[in-house]
């Protein structure tokens, strides 16, 4: 269906509200905002990616083999028409000018707005390293990432993947069950060191290079060399060991698109600064999901920004200036891998300090591991691997801050057995029963 672009116009009462970005956040507000009871009257949309919003979590499955890419998406383009919502897709939003509330596009389109969302998300962060613009060097962030991944695994070989994050984790695990050789290099000590310690990332390293991943950790790269063609022929680090690969991922993290607020002159740190009602700088324009930085907080996982898009939906849509929305408060954020047969949950610090309470089962054997740290009785942080069944409930208990100092023997072994000593302490007869007595 061909979208119905608006006409260019000067700002008036009924200009749109327009969304820039029709990603996981830009998409998660439009429903959000036809769910709220007086819905803007005109909202437009527009996409640089060429597919309607689609599930970006869903790429680390779909790079495995293990879905196909139309389950990704979220609502196709008949959606948007049927619920009156301009979406124009493949088009880039280049300018803001803000004294006339204008933008224009790629597309030679201008449009004006009554109020402006920037969701324009981030991108691959890059290392300053030589050769990343050889053919066979990769990012992992969109479907266009993913199908040239795909492609280049039908052709067999090695592949490096640069990142032992998340998203490089999921990435290695993608090509090699798509029959590459992969090596991952790790620039830290350990795999995925913001959130685990070192016994679980022990652990989740055994169980990857068992499965015949190449881990290097303390990796540091010198360059990505080419093959005298343009193509990239390998990844050789500053010790001089040569990595032979046909295709190199990088993902080392993520930059925020902020240029479009830094261009509009919107005030913008490492990225869009916003308030709690996600406005920037300019009270017509609102930003969120990972182009938005609230305090010093950036985003990269969508448990935070589903939480602003609801506040942003409300706030948008309020009409009473008296009853003001509440405001978006930031809060903890779990992290789980989406590797097959592999299972972590973890939350809060990594490393201990000497007011922390570190409560720990391992159970090498069962491949088991529980960490937990503890302050003043309170849960704050903790590192599951094996069985991560507990992981919500204990999330639950920091989220909420509830002393656990009468259930702490009984912690590590689940949440009914923790739960029962809980409401045994607070029942009046048991008021001051010691916790070995209640087990
Ligand atoms: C492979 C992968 C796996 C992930 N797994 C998880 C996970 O397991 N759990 C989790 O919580 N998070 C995960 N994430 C992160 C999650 O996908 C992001 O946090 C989320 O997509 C952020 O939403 P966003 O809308 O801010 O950005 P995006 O979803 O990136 O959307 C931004 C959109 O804006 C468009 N855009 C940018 N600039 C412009 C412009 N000037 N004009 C028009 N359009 C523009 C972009 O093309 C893009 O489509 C994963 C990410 C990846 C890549």
Redo the contacts with the bound molecule.
């Keep these: 269906m061909r979208p119905r672009h608006p006409d260019t116009s000067a700002p008036n009462s009924d200009a749109p509200l327009v969304i ?7 998409h998660r507000l439009v429903e959000a905002l036809l769910k709220q009871a007086a819905p803007p009257r005109h909202i437009v949309v ?4 060429r597919s309607p919003a689609y599930n ?2 869903l ?2 499955p779909l790079l495995a083999g293990e879905m196909e890419a139309n389950a990704l998406t979220l609502r196709n383009a008949d959606w948007y028409a049927e619920q009156g919502v301009t979406l124009m897709l493949g ?3 280049e300018h803001i000018h803000r004294e006339r509330q204008q933008l224009t596009t790629s597309a030679g389109h201008t449009l004006g707005y009554g109020q402006l969302v920037l ?4 991108r691959p962060a890059m290392p300053p390293l030589p050769g990343l613009d050889l053919e066979g060097v990769y990012a ?2 969109d479907l266009d990432d993913a199908a040239a991944l795909t492609k280049a695994a039908a052709k067999g070989g090695n592949a490096v993947v640069i990142g032992g994050g ?2 490089g984790l ?1 990435a290695a695990e993608g090509l090699r069950k798509r029959g590459m050789g992969v090596t991952l290099i790790q620039r830290d000590d350990r795999l995925m060191n913001r959130q685990l310690d070192d016994t679980a990332a022990g652990m989740l390293e055994v169980e990857l290079t068992g499965r015949g991943l190449g881990v290097i950790t303390n990796g540091h790269i010198a360059e990505l060399a080419d093959d005298r063609q343009g193509r990239v022929a390998g990844v050789r680090l500053e010790d001089g060991t040569w990595l032979p690969a046909t295709c190199v991922v990088v993902a080392i993290g993520i930059a925020p ?1 902020a240029e ?1 607020g830094r261009q509009a002159g919107l005030g913008v740190e490492r990225a869009i600064v916003v308030d709690d009602h996600l406005a920037t700088s300019d009270p017509a324009i609102f930003a969120l ?3 938005c930085q609230f305090d010093s907080n950036l ?5 935070p ?1 589903w939480r602003q898009v609801e506040v942003l939906a409300a706030h948008l849509c309020s009409a009473v200036e008296d009853e003001p929305v509440a405001g978006y408060v930031e809060s903890p954020t779990a992290t ?1 891998l ?1 590797i097959s047969g592999v299972s972590l949950y973890a939350f809060g610090p990594t490393d201990a300090d000497e007011h922390h309470d570190v409560l720990v089962y391992h159970d090498p054997d069962q491949g088991e591991y529980r960490r937990l740290l503890l302050r003043d009785g309170r849960l704050e942080g903790a590192v599951l691997y094996g069985d991560t069944s507990m992981g919500p409930w204990y999330f639950a208990q920091a989220l909420a801050g509830r002393d656990l100092t009468l259930c702490r023997s009984a912690l590590l072994l689940g949440a009914a057995d923790a739960d029962a000593l809980l409401d045994s302490s607070q029942s009046p007869d048991s008021t001051n029963r010691p916790v070995k007595e209640a087990a």
């Design positions: 820039v970005g029709n990603g996981m956040a830009g527009i996409g640089e990616e970006r979590i790429l680390s088009e880039r939003v969701a324009t998300g981030s992992f962030r998340l998203l999921e698109n479009l999901g990972e182009c985003y990269g996982l969508v448990e920004i789980k989406k």
